[in-house]
């Protein structure tokens, strides 16, 4: 067991969240019981992942996507009153951590991802990294020998179990950049980056002219699937830190 003050507390100071800006609240969203048996983990805090956390008996669910987003309808109603009219009956907590969970080194979403590709991210040069000393959104690796597009696809597809859309430009791959979930915008830093290929979860129709002009074979793997990996992290590492409970569930979501 671990009371609900102290693991928020752990997380904010493990992820730095005071140091990251950004679009949502990062940390404990709704409060539920102070002591923590179960934690159910996942991507994104939909109606399915808190029916599937009840049926579960958590106490509460922790996900890189949560509430509260800026520029969102404030407005407690539909949707996210009947999935915070779940949370409140039963009961259960809602943390949630975003671009914090991205960045970090260690069980950041880009770190986790690299590792399900088999690959060694580049090391993050000082003037690379911010002022407080956290990584950039944007990581690379230099693989030893370089393959082709098509091979690459085929790589990623097989690693997440999902077809990967892949914009040919017809070049050997040897620098790889990536960014998950929603970052197609990033492939302008990318480019800038000279790699040979960029990797994300989503893409936007400018993207692909982006990637063509630019040379630059371009693939978007899924948010969801490119994001599953550091919250999942997250879970396990608090599980062998209070011996707790805590479970990872996938909502599968094609995006």
């Not at 956390?53 to 949560?66: E, P, R």
């Not at 997440?160 to 790889?176: A, C, G, S, W, Y």
């Not at 492939?187 to 800038?192: K, P, R, V």
């Not at 040979?196 to 793997?221: K, L, M, N, Q």
């Given at each position: 067991?671990?009371?609900?003050t ?16 950004d ?18 983990t ?11 956390a009840?049926?579960?008996?958590a106490d509460?669910?922790?996900v ?27 009961n259960?907590?809602?943390?949630a951590?975003h671009?914090?969970?991205?960045l970090?080194?260690?069980?950041g979403n ?17 003037a ?21 597009g098509?091979d ?6 097989a690693?997440?179990?999902?077809e ?13 950049a ?14 800038a980056?000279?790699?040979?290929a ?20 371009f693939?978007?793997a ?16 608090l599980?062998?830190?209070w ?7 996938d909502?599968?979501?094609?995006v």
């Amino acid at each position: 067991m671990v009371l609900l003050t102290e693991l928020v507390s752990y997380i904010n100071q493990l992820l730095q969240i005071d140091k990251i800006s950004d679009y949502c609240p990062n940390g404990l969203q709704l409060e539920g019981g102070e002591q923590l048996k179960r934690i159910v983990t996942g991507v994104t805090a939909s109606q399915q992942l808190i029916d599937a956390a009840i049926d579960y008996k958590a106490d509460a669910i922790l996900v890189h996507h949560g509430y509260f987003w800026k520029n969102e309808d404030p407005r407690i109603v539909g949707i996210k009153k009947r999935r915070i009219a779940s949370l409140l009956n039963n009961n259960i907590s809602l943390l949630a951590y975003h671009l914090p969970l991205d960045l970090h080194p260690e069980i950041g979403n880009n770190v986790q991802l690299a590792k399900q590709f088999g690959w060694q991210p580049d090391k993050v040069l000082l003037a690379d990294a911010s002022p407080n000393g956290i990584p950039p959104l944007v990581r690379t690796t230099t693989l030893e020998k370089a393959i082709t597009g098509a091979d690459l696809a085929a790589h990623i597809s097989a690693c997440l179990q999902r077809e990967t859309l892949h914009i040919d430009v017809d070049k050997p791959i040897k620098r790889i950049a990536w960014c998950t979930g929603a970052a197609q915008s990033e492939i302008t830093q990318a480019i800038a980056m000279g790699v040979d290929a960029f990797i994300t979860g989503e893409a936007s129709e400018p993207t692909v002219h982006e990637a063509r002009e630019s040379g630059v074979h371009f693939y978007a793997a899924g948010h969801h699937a490119t994001e599953r990996y550091g919250v999942k992290a997250l879970g396990e590492a608090l599980a062998q830190k209070w011996q707790i409970d805590c479970h990872f569930i996938d909502c599968d979501n094609p995006v």
